[in-house]
């Protein structure tokens, strides 16, 4: 209790500490914005998932409108049952910012991202409607499947602090076996509430991945959600000026069976070189 007493001063003065952000957010919780990194620094993320799973990733500002990274997801690394990777080979990332933000016009980035959400799945069981087994078949996809190409729009604006719109299009390239190949879209925006703290709300529509049935009431493509989308929410705190710590709220509306909203923590460092 006396070691509690002694800390509560040390974390109010950091709550106050008035940190600049080091860069514009590349991501919110996890949509793709028009930020990207300066030219000659990188940062490294490391996404602290659920079931003691991690996704870090280390991405590079070649210059102020090229952006590039790689990821590599471990599940199970914390824990006592076997930890396995995602895929032998990292994903990769890539961002080119088209045109600069204006008075009047957004920033455009124009991008790939193979990284998706959560477990990737090789094969699963397939269940009709009913419940029975209906087939083993290939997945190839994760939980939330990644972006691929995509477009996202960014606009910015000081509003007592500043305040980020961000909406874009994006389009599967490789976690198609399910049969859902429709374009998707998202938005989101980030919210200054100090210099320190910003809050990230985000909408992802999902529409790749939406429930449809047949006239037997079989699912025709394989869906992990329940067509609503997913609503995310997060907290970022910029400890220094270049450590982050980003508290984020996965699938607030319960898009998937999940009892609680998914609860995940990022930490970010970054560095000039």
């Not at 991690?54 to 690394?77: K, M």
């Not at 699963?124 to 996202?152: E, P």
């Not at 400890?239 to 930490?267: G, P």
Request: hydrophobic share 35%; with cysteine; charged share 20%.
């Amino acid at each position: 209790m006396r070691t509690l007493l002694l800390l509560l001063p040390i974390l109010y003065n950091l709550c106050l500490a008035q940190v600049e952000h080091p860069y514009p957010p590349l991501n919110l919780v996890s949509i793709p914005t028009a930020g990207t990194l300066p030219r000659g620094s990188f940062t490294l993320e490391s996404l602290i998932i659920k079931n003691g799973g991690i996704v870090p990733r280390l991405s590079i500002g070649l210059t102020d409108n090229f952006t590039i990274g790689v990821t590599y997801g471990v599940q199970n690394l914390i824990g006592d049952t076997k930890p396995s990777i995602n895929k032998t080979t990292p994903e990769v990332q890539i961002k080119y910012r088209i045109f600069d933000e204006s008075e009047k016009m957004p920033a455009l980035v124009y991008g790939l991202d193979t990284q998706g959400r959560g477990r990737f799945h090789k094969q699963d069981s397939i269940l009709s409607i009913s419940g029975k087994l209906d087939s083993i078949r290939t997945l190839n996809r994760y939980d939330q499947k990644a972006w691929g190409m995509y477009i996202v729009f960014s606009k910015n604006w000081n509003l007592m602090g500043n305040l980020g719109m961000h909406a874009g299009i994006s389009k599967s390239l490789s976690e198609n076996d399910d049969g859902d190949k429709d374009l998707n879209v998202f938005f989101g925006f980030d919210k200054e509430l100090n210099r320190s703290f910003s809050l990230l709300v985000e909408y992802d529509a999902a529409l790749n991945d939406n429930l449809t049935e047949d006239d037997y009431g079989a699912i025709k493509n394989i869906t992990f959600g329940r067509g609503k989308g997913y609503l995310n929410a997060g907290v970022r705190w910029a400890i220094s000026s270049n450590l982050m710590l980003e508290i984020n709220f996965n699938d607030i509306n319960q898009n998937t069976e999940a009892e609680y909203t998914n609860r995940e923590i990022k930490v970010m460092y970054s560095e000039s070189f």
